[in-house]
């Protein structure tokens, strides 16, 4: 079946630098998305990514989909406190929707 | 606010009792799911509902039984459940057509079984 497998588990960071997560699926996938969550809160949808070789930034957040559709990374630039959580991957192929352990940042003032 | 409330917010339970928790969405939106996150496990995909029709059931143990009266509301009816069942239980809603899209998700339903 379809596995989702996220890196790193954990990541902790001072201030200002930079964080990447990887997410990588067995199969191919039909799109992929990333969440947020806050400790204590639920996941908040952060963006989606359909097309191979796709690449999306938001503000100091950029997103990559691979070419073969099949691994993800998320990217922040210059940490802050306020990027503190978990930060999930979900793939979606073949009918069925599967999501990363997460990756759990930590930022130091 | 994200336009899906979940009720209740904690929920603590005695394995012989039977309670629901209740999924609402004021999104207009026509698919809704529900997930399990536990602390040591990855956000597990349970049941979806497209246009009021179950269209998938992960292998879930039948002491869990959903139920979608209309587009806007789900339900969850729990009874005879084990402490492993213990876990945050969040809803969440896709638009029409957004089948494993973007989801909104509920605060969730914190559960405790003892």
């Known amino acids: 079946g379809q596995q989702v497998m996220q890196i790193p588990q954990y990541q902790h960071v001072q201030e200002g630098e930079d964080f990447t997560t990887y997410c990588n699926s067995s199969t191919t996938l039909s799109n992929i998305q990333w969440y947020k969550q806050r400790p204590g809160g639920h996941p908040v949808f952060l963006i989606q990514?359909?097309?191979?070789?796709e690449v999306k930034k938001q503000k100091r957040l950029t997103f990559q989909f691979g070419e073969a559709k099949k691994n993800s990374s998320l990217h922040i630039t210059a940490t802050q406190t306020t990027d503190v959580g978990t930060y999930f991957c979900?793939?979606?192929?073949?009918?069925?929707?599967?999501f990363g352990d997460g990756t759990t940042l930590t930022v130091k003032p | 606010e994200t336009g899906v409330t979940q009720t209740p917010r904690h929920l603590v339970m005695g394995m012989t009792n039977k309670k629901s928790l209740k999924c609402e969405q004021h999104l207009g939106h026509n698919a809704m799911y529900w997930y399990k996150q536990s602390a040591k496990k990855p956000l597990e995909l349970m049941f979806v509902?497209?246009?009021?029709?179950?269209?998938e059931n992960n292998s879930v143990p039948s002491r869990f039984s959903p139920e979608c009266p209309n587009s806007s509301h789900l339900f969850l009816h729990l009874h005879t459940l084990q402490p492993e069942d213990s876990a945050l239980y969040l809803c969440a809603s896709s638009p029409l057509g957004g089948l494993y899209t973007e989801a909104f998700f509920g605060q969730g339903t914190r559960l405790t079984v003892v």
């Open positions: 509902y497209s246009l009021e029709e179950r269209v």
């Open positions: 979900a793939g979606h192929g073949a009918g069925k929707s599967t």
């Open positions: 990514l359909v097309k191979s070789g």
